[in-house]
């Protein structure tokens, strides 16, 4: 499957690039990305930090996890698969935008597409 990146719950940090830099590049980086305010910056990232992140990872591919799961913050629902998709997208990076319980087949990462699923409950 090649290299991969877990941080689990995090913040932005300068942490991002020094593991890039040591450990890096990764296929793939898992983010966390999803219920954040302004006040729990340090937990949880924002759309603009997750992509960041993983551009400071030099992951090849990025898979938000923690969004559109729970409601504990006051951001829309669909805010986060749209615009980390959209920051990503503008970064050339692809995005894993799974849906609950779907498979993805981690030895063939950026050959598969994922769907847009979020455009169709809104």
Not at 8 to 31: M, W
Not at 37 to 50: G, I, L, R
Not at 69 to 96: C, D, G, I, M, S
Not at 99 to 121: A, C, M, P, T
Request: proline share 4%.
């Amino acid at each position: 499957m090649g290299d991969r990146v877990d941080l689990g719950n995090s913040g932005y940090g300068t942490h991002f690039k020094r593991i890039g830099e040591q450990f890096g590049p990764f296929d793939l980086a898992v983010l966390e990305c999803g219920q954040y305010n302004e006040k729990w910056a340090f937990v949880h990232s924002f759309p603009e930090d997750t992509v960041k992140a993983a551009s400071d990872l030099r992951a090849k591919c990025i898979l938000p996890v923690h969004q559109s799961r729970f409601l504990l913050a006051q951001h829309n629902w669909f805010e986060l698969p749209e615009r980390v998709t959209a920051l990503a997208e503008a970064n050339k990076l692809p995005v894993l935008t799974l849906l609950i319980g779907e498979k993805v087949k981690l030895d063939n990462l950026l050959r598969q597409s994922f769907y847009q699923w979020w455009k169709d409950i809104q």
